[in-house]
């Protein structure tokens, strides 16, 4: 299918981004969002990717996943626009729609949702604060679950170099919930 898809991409087939978008649009919005830390640069982002791609679909070489090949330019995308100036200069953000929804909903819950939902947010946050180059790989192991070897492909980096990112940021990760107040229950 996924094949398909790209032959039709390739003959300019708007369908074929279509489903494209549909198969893959919540990855790239959810790797930018976690990377930008900011919902609507990661949408923008999000939508230049899939414009990008189907404009240069012949550039694909078939070497990796078609998915790894968006997240790459993702990945891109978010590094050209944390470089801005003017991404230094933001002093706040909005709350989206869907935060707003979450925030309504948490009003009948249980205590047990509700933690669940503060542990949520409080790794989301943890994430991103963390140095860009252990966010990376982070958010690529864990929310996308790609392997070392495909993460290495995505950020063109050797698979050691990605093993040690993510060791390391694993040790930050933990460090910095500890110093939160989180503790480890497998620990115990």
């Not at 990376?136 to 070392?148: G, R």
Request: proline share 1%.
């Amino acid at each position: 299918m996924e094949q398909q898809a790209i032959e039709r991409l390739k003959s300019g087939d708007g369908s074929a981004l279509k489903w494209l978008m549909k198969q893959y649009g919540n990855d790239i919005l959810r790797t930018a969002a976690l990377l930008l830390k900011d919902h609507h640069l990661a949408e923008d982002v999000s939508q230049e990717v899939f414009i990008t791609a189907f404009q240069k679909i012949n550039q694909y070489r078939g070497d990796g996943s078609l998915r790894g090949w968006l997240l790459q330019m993702t990945i891109n995308r978010c590094r050209s626009k944390m470089r801005l100036v003017s991404w230094k200069r933001l002093l706040f953000r909005e709350t989206t729609g869907e935060e707003m929804k979450v925030h309504s909903h948490m009003i009948n819950s249980t205590d047990a949702e509700i933690e669940r939902w503060a542990l949520s947010l409080s790794l989301r946050e943890t994430i991103e604060a963390m140095p860009l180059k252990y966010r990376e790989v982070i958010v690529l192991y864990y929310y996308q679950e790609l392997t070392s070897k495909e993460i290495a492909q995505v950020l063109g980096e050797s698979e050691n170099t990605i093993k040690s990112k993510l060791l390391r940021g694993r040790r930050l990760l933990r460090h910095q919930l500890e110093e939160g107040g989180w503790q480890d229950e497998t620990r115990a």
